[in-house]
């Protein structure tokens, strides 16, 4: 691909086109590229959060009484995720980006709008729907799977990949693009759900041809503004590793047939196989894994929680009010974490960030579990209050981690590595749902509760673990004095020998206890 066919983005070499930084005299067309791609990625983000939060309306009001259709339509969605994830994560670095970006918008509206059309059928009562029985339930898993198939391919493709082609060699445009990225996500999590449930609240029928007019129209506009982001920035251009098909396809007799069909299966076991093997010994695994035990909760406002709440005493309007603040505190961590970043390093900040999440937690749980018996709205207080102020922490970990990812795994596996780690958190959020499964009385909750914090607790050790091995230390010294490891034994005492270095003393302090 020549170098003229862009006007913003240049290189030299295949790593070097991929991670190029943008010239002084391009800086226009790189604010366009940005534009056009946040309001692609907003309006993908904005349909998947609506249906998301919709689809639980509308199961609700099509099965009054019963936690059952949800619980399978739910499992259904993450078990998709967590089987097929690594197969998406192939395709995604041998395909084309546009082809595979393109595929995921088309096929994911594709499915949201069937969806719309079969929940609009059960809610009035077509009967077409009555023939089914309990396979309209059955299509709308499917459905479901397809959607969350191509949400992941979406998300994994632009985030991880897109944004780290744009941004080049330069680490400030990286997470400037990270945290803007972030806060659209962020910003649609909040009012998407808000907008349907408010019409919703009005007619469900309305909220359905909503949901379905939005996710038809948007189409077009994603559909343009991607390829425009495509065809100014040439990287995003460049091949990517051929798919290998060394299995002939299927041709000949029946048992020669079916002896390729069960070749091509053992070849996707091993495939997905070798891609966990990859992913585990990846340098960049320990954080990825830490962010992802993070999925691992009940601390959140969403089903699970919610339910409680309401059992111990709290409003619909009490949970708004904390909902949006959460999502306040959420937003701002994608201010505060690049400009910490900007002064330290993202391994450095992301350590602050969790330990803030697990302070707050700790807090709001030993708050919550000192409480429980009496005071049981006051106890729920406790936990809203450590959730709401652990979200800074979160999300400011997660923008940390995403940047230590994005710079350390290399292009030709960044789709496999993300969607690995995509499995693994579908994986974690099914823990997380089958912990409420178990313990499903309110008065419960208390064990999910504990089993959160534990498992934020587990991601802050992994996590330092890697900023001990990486960086040699957890407690970072002021840089006029490195402290020497050995153990000085001298006179039978134990101490530490510190090395003192600055530009007015150089020198040994000896200290023995």
Known sequence: MAATTSPSLTGTTHHEEERSEPSNAHLEDLSLITRRLYVSHFLSTWNSRVFEFGAVLYLAKIYPGTLLPMSVYALARAASAILLSPV??????????????????????????????????????????????????????????????????????????????????????????????????????????????????????????????????????????????????????????????????????????????????????RSTFHEFNVYFHHQAFRPSLSNSLLYFTVLSFAGQMVTYLLSAGYTSLHIAIARTLSVGFEISATWIAPLLMSHITPIRTGIWFINWQIICLAVGVTWFWTTLGSKPFLAASGIVAGTILSRVGLWGFDLSVQVIIQQEVESDIRGTFSAVEAALQNLFELFAFTSTIIFSKPEQFGWPVMMSFVAVASSGVLYASFVRMRRGHLLHLPPCIVRNTKMNTRAGGTGYELIVQSPEVTGRLTMIS
């Not at 330069?170 to 009012?191: G, V």
């Open 88 to 269: 998406i994560g192939r395709y995604i670095d041998s395909a084309d980006r546009l082809h595979v970006v393109r595929l995921s918008i088309v096929f994911q509206r594709i499915a949201v709008s069937l969806s719309c059309l079969v929940f609009l059928s059960l809610i009035v009562n077509w009967r077409w729907t009555q023939y089914l029985g309990s396979g309209n339930l059955v299509i709308l898993a499917i459905l479901a799977c397809v959607e969350k198939l191509c949400s992941i391919m979406n998300l994994v493709s632009i985030e991880k990949d897109w944004v780290v082609v744009i941004a080049g060699e330069n680490e400030s445009n990286l997470t400037a693009l990270n945290s803007q990225m972030r806060r659209i996500d962020l910003i649609c999590k909040l009012a998407g759900p808000f907008a349907i449930a408010i019409i919703d609240g009005f007619s469900t029928q309305l909220a359905i041809l909503i949901n379905l007019g939005m996710n038809s129209v948007s189409i077009i506009i994603e559909y343009y503004t991607i390829a425009k982001v495509y065809n100014i920035v040439p990287a995003l251009q460049e091949p990517k590793m051929p798919p290998t098909n060394d299995i002939p396809p299927m041709e000949g007799p029946i048992n020669e047939r079916i002896l390729h069909f069960w070749k091509r299966l053992i070849r996707g076991i």
